[in-house]
């Protein structure tokens, strides 16, 4: 029988023996890599929606307030996807003619409901409810991103368990004062940017973070049962 | 020729090995299966309905229902009047159905800027953002037929709508209408007042508040 492999095949078994390490590190960070890829979170991706809706321009550019359409979110587990008389209490008079907002008008007409791609799902497993995070002063930007200048609106966390832990862990890196929770251009405290609260001046979010910890009684929680109940 | 001889003599000893490959693909293929079968989205997906859950079940593909048209839920049977309307006996009053401490009108103030801001805003001068974007104009609350309106108008408006203004009733609860018709009055008495209204003792606080009041305004403004 005549050999089956060349000899310069040994080279490469050789290589390969003491390459599996590498091979297997490479799949890893591979896996890794599909893992917080935008293909797979949906972070940064924009869905199509039925209406073209901008955060940037209705609450950026008109400052309009998070609660005017998301009215639920301060005593709801769900912030609340405005009705489309919501939409209508502005668009019956103005950009009437836009054929961009027609979707909206057949709604309000034929009381149809406008249907939206949901950004930001978790799944059924797990109980999240936003009245307790911005009841302690956690801001809406913190998870949902600079939203006020999304022109369409995308993910911006990856809502994994390790993204919640991370601030469940230390609550502190995240806090904010009560009164900054729906600014949507809120800038944490910097050496540069002083943010006041209570009299204070804090100019580091973490010496403020504890202080906002201790003073609205954040609690660290880890417990399993905290969102999968 | 020999490599054939060679070749038989190896399935020969493969035959005596076959039934322990075929256990083992065997169980490759039960353990591929049992993973696979693993596979499944039943605890990511429940067969329950949340917030906004869409459904075949009805025509509309809501699974939220509105309630079935007469029916009242416990608790919500609106037997005061002048609470949920505004009126008394059908007149609209000028009193409000609670009394209002500086914590309501901080809570009407707080839903002021959010809700009415857009067109009517901060100061009630009815030169909101949307109305700069073309939005009709509505009036001022510093005119003085506003000024003479009942609290209860206030109450009806938000709660029904008038003219372009669309009902409110579905973002605000009665209660923070009620402080928002509170603070509208502050606004109306903000620009409506002399000196005579302020306790003496008071007065010499007036230009130190006054400085605040200019603060709270700009970074109310810059909201």
């Not at chain 1, 004062?177 to 944490?188: L, N, T």
């Not at chain 2, 002399?194 to 508040?209: A, C, F, G, T, Y």
């Amino acid at each position: 029988m005549g050999q089956i492999f060349h000899r310069s095949t040994n080279m490469v078994s050789r290589i390969s023996i003491y390459g599996a390490v590498l091979i297997i590190a490479a799949l890893a960070y591979a896996l890794y890599a599909i893992a917080m890829s935008p293909w797979y979170t949906n972070v940064g991706v924009k869905l199509q929606q039925p209406v073209p809706f901008s955060h940037r321009h209705h609450a950026g550019e008109l400052g309009i307030d998070c609660r005017y359409c998301h009215t639920s979110v301060e005593n709801s587990s769900f912030a609340g996807v405005p009705p489309t008389q919501t939409c209508m209490t502005c668009h019956s008079q103005i950009w009437t003619n836009s054929s961009m907002l027609e979707p909206v008008r057949a709604s309000y007409r034929n009381d149809t409901s406008l249907e939206w791609q949901r950004v930001n799902a978790l799944p059924d497993f797990v109980y999240f409810d936003h009245s307790i995070h911005i009841a302690k002063g956690v801001g809406c930007t913190t998870c949902h991103g600079q939203i006020a200048e999304m022109p369409l609106t995308q993910r911006a966390g990856t809502l994994y368990m390790s993204w919640c832990l991370d601030c469940h862990r230390q609550p502190e890196k995240n806090l904010r004062p009560k009164a900054e929770v729906f600014d949507p251009f809120y800038q944490p405290p910097s050496r540069l940017h002083a943010v006041t609260v209570d009299g204070m001046e804090f100019t580091d979010q973490l010496t403020m973070g504890r202080y906002l910890r201790k003073e609205y009684k954040v609690a660290s929680l880890q417990y399993c049962s905290t969102c999968h109940r | 020729m020999k490599l054939k001889i060679d070749r038989s003599a190896e399935s020969h000893s493969r035959e005596a090995r076959r039934p322990s490959r075929l256990r083992i693909g065997m169980a490759a293929a039960c353990l591929g299966a049992f993973i696979f079968c693993g596979c499944r989205l039943d605890m990511h997906i429940q067969p329950k309905y949340l917030p906004y859950e869409p459904t075949s079940f009805f025509a509309d593909g809501r699974s939220e229902r509105p309630p079935v048209p007469g029916t009242v839920a416990r608790g919500q049977l609106r037997l005061d009047e002048l609470f949920y309307t505004g009126r008394e006996n059908g007149v609209l009053v000028d009193k409000f159905p609670f009394p209002i401490t500086r914590a309501d009108l901080e809570r009407g103030r707080e839903r002021y800027n959010v809700y009415c801001t857009p067109c009517h805003d901060y100061t009630g001068s009815g030169q909101g953002m949307i109305v700069r974007r073309g939005f009709p104009q509505p009036p001022s609350y510093h005119i003085q037929r506003l000024r003479d309106e009942p609290a209860g108008h206030f109450f009806e408006v938000m709660t029904d709508g008038f003219g372009a203004m669309y009902s409110y009733a579905a973002r605000v609860e009665p209660a923070d209408r009620w402080r928002i018709a509170a603070y509208i009055r502050v606004l109306q008495l903000s620009h409506n007042a002399r000196i005579s209204d302020v306790p003496e003792s008071e007065r010499s606080q007036l230009s130190q508040s006054s400085g605040n009041q200019n603060s709270a305004q700009s970074t109310g403004q810059a909201q």
